[in-house]
């Protein structure tokens, strides 16, 4: 079932995509070469506490951990560990869930950490772009198929990445995950038409090298890129409007402006970013 969600629930799902957003730019703070990708977790918990909000992945099937933290050729749904210690040139995507108050929100950002070659440099940078291009075919009277069309074409046909096809984007409230699926692939006029009110993620994830995932970890969790190219991904949660498409996890207002639901995010997000900045002083030395 799709919910159709009021003006009052996208305000809370813009305010808890705030909180999530507020914990993205901590770890911009604190993630470098040598600390653990345990210490990520550390200050997810840690920030979602001061910032009064739930972390919703907690618990989910039996998920023990309030962020996925995959490095290099892991797709997907990596544990934060404490062996793991990040490498200068590592691709670390941190994926989480916020439920503050009821309201769900749902972002996954990639981390380049010190200098990326410049190979990875590309492919965030084209992952990125695929993202924003996928996010503008979300309007009213659009199909599910416009989204990952566009996405595919770019990555696959003109830069010749893999667009991963196991895991896909989601209808988000009132639960994590909800009604229509939204694959990163497929064709243009085809699938559910898109409608006001409706919530979802778009979260492409590009490889190097193939698109087919490895999902034999016995973890039952870990996906891999099936030929160890490395993966990048870029997510956010957003609401479809009479007026296009508006990003309630944006970190930068300023950059999306035009994708802002209102005026309050910006000051929701300054308020979040400051506790973010705070937490994160403790992770930095």
């Known amino acids: 079932m799709i919910s159709l969600k009021s003006p009052r629930e996208i305000r809370a799902m813009e305010k808890s995509g705030a909180v999530l957003a507020g914990m993205h730019l901590g770890i911009q703070k ?51 560990r404490k062996k793991l210690i990040l490498k200068d040139g590592d691709l670390v995507k941190v994926d989480t869930v916020v439920n503050l108050d009821g309201a769900f929100s749902d972002s996954c950002w990639s981390y380049a950490v010190g200098t990326p070659s410049p190979e990875i440099a590309k492919l965030m940078d084209v992952t990125k772009k695929s993202l924003y291009m996928g996010i503008d075919q979300c309007v009213p009277g659009n199909r599910i198929g416009d989204i990952g069309a566009v996405i595919q074409h770019y990555t696959e046909d003109e830069n010749g990445y893999g667009d991963v096809k196991e895991f896909v984007g989601h209808g988000i409230g009132p639960t994590m995950h909800e009604d229509p699926m939204v694959p990163h692939y497929g064709e243009a006029g085809h699938g559910l038409r898109l409608r006001k009110g409706m919530t979802i993620t778009v979260e492409p994830m590009i490889n190097t090298g193939t ?12 996906a891999k890129t099936a030929d160890g190219g490395w993966s990048c991904q870029y997510e956010h949660t957003l609401v479809i409007t009479e007026d296009g498409p508006k990003i309630l996890t944006s970190q930068d207002p300023e950059a999306d402006a035009k994708y802002l639901y209102d005026d309050e995010y910006a000051k929701e997000l300054a308020h979040y970013g400051e506790i973010a900045q705070r937490v994160a002083k403790k992770y930095e030395e």
């Open 211 to 222: 698109w087919q995932a490895d999902t034999s970890d016995p973890s039952g969790w870990l």
């Open 30 to 80: 604190i993630i470098r070469p040598g600390i653990s990708s345990w210490v990520i977790e550390e200050f997810a918990r840690d920030y979602f506490k001061q910032a009064g909000a739930i972390a919703a992945q907690i618990g989910f099937e039996g998920y023990k951990y309030a962020t996925c933290v995959s490095v290099n050729d892991e797709i997907c749904h990596g544990f934060p």
